[in-house]
Every structure is written in C-alpha cells, then in structure tokens.
C-alpha cells in the first residue's frame, strides 16, 4: 500500500485551507496512495502560539462537523483511508483530536492527544482538555491504524499500547519548529517506536513561517525494523508518498519477540511512586 503525508502551511482562512487539503488528498490517490494523513492542527493556524482566549475558543468544531463531513464524502469517492487533526468541541470542552475516516467514508472513530503540554509558544493546556478516548487502533480496509497525536509520541506507555492493541501503522500529526529539539532526535525516537513496537511510524509535520514560529516539515515514515524508508524535504510544501508493506510487522523483531516476552504484571509495582526495590 502507499501512505500519503500531506505537508503543508496554513493561513487564517480555514475553508481555503481545507480546499487545498482537498487538492492534496485527490493529487495523493491520483498517484495511488491508499491512505493520506494531515499534519495537526493542519488547516488553521497554530493557535497555542499564544494564551488561549475566547475568541480561539470560538473556533473549535464538532466531530462529525463541516470537516470531517467534506472529507467522508471525498475518502468515498476516492476510495482512501484519511487521518485528520483539528479543533474538536464536544460540549463544553475541547481537544486536539484525529479523526481516521475509513475508505468508504465511515468515521471509524476520533483520538484525542492525551499529554497535554505548556510552556512558551506551546500554550496547549488553555486549549485543550486531556483526551479520554485512549490510545485506539482502527481497522480500516488497508490495515490497522493509530494515531499518536504531537506530544503523546515522547510517552512509550502510549507507543507500546498501540502496538499491544495491534497497530501495523502509527500516524504521527505534528506541529513541530525548526530547531525545537537537537538535530535528528524526533526521528530517532519514531525510529525506537517502530523498532520496539513492531509497526510503522508516520510522522506529518507542518510547514511555513507563523507569528512566531517556523515549521519545519521533515515528515517522514519508518519501518517496523526502526529504518527510515522516505522522507519529506525541510519547509516545503509537498505531498510524500511511501509504499509500505504493513505485512511486514508481523515478523518484525517486536511481534515475534519483545511483544511475547512481555511481564506486564510487573510493571505497575515498578513505577509506583515511593515504591523501593
């Protein structure tokens, strides 16, 4: 199968934003990807740049909601599995949330990032309330699916709990700057989960000069072996395209070995604060 890594910018006008997410998905199953994934936050500005207000507040949406509802109609259409990220409201709270869309345009189900950070220019937790729907693998018709949204992928707890609960692809939509973090480690670290966990990592980044961020872009895909096999250029806008074998992770070092000789009942008594050996 190919797996489709949308990497683009974003201005203030959502709808705009969204055709062109729209444009990218159609161009991507043109050349015959079977599933396309956005980067966070992907047709709208990065907000957490700064505290959150009222007027930021405003603009989250319900899942189903005008997004999710455009692109359900063009996944069946086109026949792909679609991985989004948006500002979801769902009553009084909102999220950062990932709806994976099946091929024939079901909405299979949303993920909502569970580690919500805060510090300069990531202001999240004024946005977001932790999310409560777990770390969940979606059977779509190209295989099974997670997502790790941004943050969550630096917790293993969560990376491990999908590959337990069968993920054979891990999308990772992420707002990441350039030279956040020292050079090569966000790749290291997917590069471990693929490798300890037995599944690929997808990881979507965003690109484009915001009020006070730049995006770096670099998105990327790993294999179950932990081996980068494509990778997206440093702030442009494109589309890449991987072919995958999702079969792979099956014979992988972390299914055929470390998954097995697991001692889960050990370690909650490990990491119990207080708790000496």
């Given at each position: 199968?190919?797996?489709?890594?949308?990497?683009?910018?974003?201005?203030?006008?959502r709808?705009?934003?969204?055709e062109?997410?729209?444009?990218?998905?159609?161009?991507?199953a043109?050349?015959g990807?079977?599933?396309v994934?956005?980067?966070e936050l992907?047709?709208?500005?990065?907000?957490?740049?700064?505290?959150?207000?009222?007027a930021e507040l405003e603009?989250?949406?319900?899942?189903?909601?005008p997004t999710?509802?455009?692109?359900?109609?063009?996944?069946?259409?086109?026949?792909?599995?679609?991985?989004?990220?948006?500002?979801?409201?769902?009553?009084?709270?909102?999220?950062?949330?990932?709806?994976?869309?099946?091929?024939?345009?079901t909405?299979?189900?949303?993920t909502?990032?569970v580690h919500?950070?805060?510090?300069p220019l990531?202001?999240e937790?004024?946005?977001y309330a932790?999310?409560?729907?777990?770390?969940s693998?979606?059977?779509?018709?190209?295989?099974?699916?997670?997502?790790?949204?941004?943050?969550?992928?630096?917790?293993?707890?969560?990376?491990r709990?999908l590959?337990?609960?069968?993920?054979?692809?891990?999308?990772?939509?992420?707002?990441?700057?350039a030279?956040?973090?020292?050079?090569?480690?966000?790749?290291?670290?997917m590069?471990?989960?693929?490798?300890?966990?037995g599944?690929?990592?997808?990881?979507?980044?965003?690109?484009?000069d915001?009020?006070?961020?730049?995006f770096?872009?670099?998105?990327?895909?790993c294999?179950?072996?932990?081996?980068?096999?494509?990778?997206?250029?440093?702030?442009?806008?494109?589309?890449?395209?991987?072919?995958?074998?999702?079969?792979?992770?099956?014979?992988?070092?972390?299914r055929t070995?470390?998954?097995?000789?697991?001692?889960?009942?050990?370690?909650?008594?490990?990491?119990?604060?207080?708790?000496?050996?």
């Amino acid at each position: 199968m190919k797996i489709a890594l949308v990497q683009q910018s974003a201005s203030s006008d959502r709808e705009a934003n969204r055709e062109r997410g729209v444009a990218a998905v159609r161009a991507a199953a043109a050349s015959g990807a079977n599933v396309v994934a956005f980067a966070e936050l992907a047709f709208d500005l990065f907000y957490p740049q700064q505290p959150a207000t009222n007027a930021e507040l405003e603009l989250a949406e319900t899942i189903p909601g005008p997004t999710t509802d455009r692109f359900a109609t063009l996944a069946r259409e086109l026949g792909v599995v679609i991985v989004l990220n948006l500002f979801e409201r769902d009553g009084d709270a909102t999220y950062d949330s990932s709806p994976v869309i099946d091929a024939d345009g079901t909405l299979l189900g949303v993920t909502r990032m569970v580690h919500i950070t805060d510090y300069p220019l990531f202001f999240e937790q004024g946005y977001y309330a932790p999310g409560d729907r777990g770390a969940s693998v979606f059977d779509t018709r190209f295989g099974k699916l997670g997502v790790a949204i941004c943050y969550d992928r630096h917790y293993p707890e969560y990376m491990r709990a999908l590959g337990v609960a069968g993920a054979e692809l891990v999308v990772v939509p992420q707002a990441g700057a350039a030279g956040e973090w020292p050079e090569g480690l966000f790749e290291a670290e997917m590069r471990v989960a693929a490798f300890q966990n037995g599944y690929f990592t997808a990881l979507v980044n965003r690109v484009g000069d915001e009020a006070q961020l730049r995006f770096a872009g670099e998105s990327f895909v790993c294999d179950p072996e932990g081996r980068v096999v494509a990778r997206a250029g440093s702030g442009t806008e494109e589309t890449l395209i991987a072919e995958i074998e999702l079969s792979t992770a099956a014979d992988s070092h972390a299914r055929t070995l470390f998954l097995r000789d697991r001692r889960p009942e050990l370690y909650a008594d490990w990491i119990t604060p207080g708790r000496s050996s």
